[in-house]
């Protein structure tokens, strides 16, 4: 238990210490707190250390989520939304992160031995307002968030499972159905969220292919919308390489549209539900995000549910911003055999530049969908 708290506290506290170093934040100034962790729920919650930490107000609405896997962070970033669209004027921080020491698999099931070579250590830190005063140097506007569940099918439901083997090592298990089941589920989210970013284009050959196949023909190939007239970047959730593999074949992306999932599986392992955030960096980091983007992010989990977002950035991004108000990023130093990082997003807010910039129509869209 110790060594798990101590694991939370590296990440979750170097995550936060970096987005209050670089947007200015103060304790006080936080409404609404937000943090998941899917494996490791210990009392007092994760939450109530953050408020112990940073002596939050003695009003804050707190919120612990835990069991909802890799698509937790954008739940978290949807409960936050909902909460602002509640209370006016008021900051909310989430806080994302998967701690490991706990479930680490000490038996022989092959199923249950995989995620101890996936995941690592990884947390993420989110601001976001509602503030009017703040619109004017926000770095992203949230859009859309759109969730799905197939939870109500048990195939679905026990994909992704916590459990003990015939000699009482408990563990998670993969189902080998897995990769189907989260398809499906990600189709669904998918379904749901292009009318809302498609082209109209796109929307009119989806819906005559589809009464072409009930009407005409039903052995018509089934016309997949082309995702990429409604985004630019895509952060396809690192959960694995086949996860990446079967996604980039399937919305016919290009290797540089997938270059941000695979280098953050590469160099960080699966981080769960913080891994999109990591992704979205990669893309700051190499100046793709300019200012008028418009980014989406869709996860999917254990249960198994998919969850999809999508916003727009409000300020270029050439190069990683050090600034009040700017997105920020650090990994911290491995301490343990399995690599340790955090990673700080400020969702919120950046100043303008004082040198004027071009401004483009880039959108993006991040998918995970694994929990």
Known sequence: MEASRAEAQLVIFSAIDDLVRKTGLKPKDVDILVVNCSLFSPTPSL?????????????????????????????????ARDLLQVHAGSNALVVSTEIITPNFYKG????????????????????????????????????????????????????????????????????????????????????TIGPLVLPMSEQLLFFFTLVGRKLINPKWKPYIPDFKQAFEHFCIHAGGRAVIDELQK??????????????????????????????????????RMRRGTASGRSGSGAG???????????????????????????????TSRRSSSSRNIHHEEEEEEEEETTTTNHKAIFISYVH
């Open 47 to 79: 939450s109530a250390m953050i408020v112990n930490k940073y002596k939050l107000r003695s009003n804050v609405r707190s919120f612990n989520l835990s069991g909802m896997g890799c698509s937790a962070g954008l739940i978290s970033i949807d409960l």
């Open 108 to 191: 022989s099931r092959r199923d249950m031995l995989l995620p101890n070579c996936l995941f690592r250590m990884g947390a993420a830190a989110i601001l976001l307002s509602n503030r009017r005063r703040d619109a004017r140097r926000a770095k992203y506007r949230l859009v859309h968030v759109v969730r799905t569940h197939k939870g109500a099918d048990d195939r679905a439901y026990r994909c992704v499972y916590e459990e003990e083997d015939d000699t009482g090592h408990s563990g998670i298990s993969l189902s080998k159905d897995l990769m189907a089941i989260a398809g499906e589920a990600l189709k669904s989210n998918i379904t």
């Open 250 to 287: 399937n919305l016919q992306l290009s290797a540089e549209h997938v270059e941000p999932s695979r280098m953050t599986l590469h160099r960080f392992g699966n981080t769960s539900s913080s891994s999109l955030w990591y992704e979205l960096n990669y893309i700051e980091s190499k100046g």
């Open 304 to 334: 198994s549910s998919a969850t999809a977002q999508s916003g727009s950035a409000y300020a270029p991004s050439r190069r990683p911003s050090t600034g009040r108000g700017q997105t920020a990023s650090t990994a911290t130093p491995s």
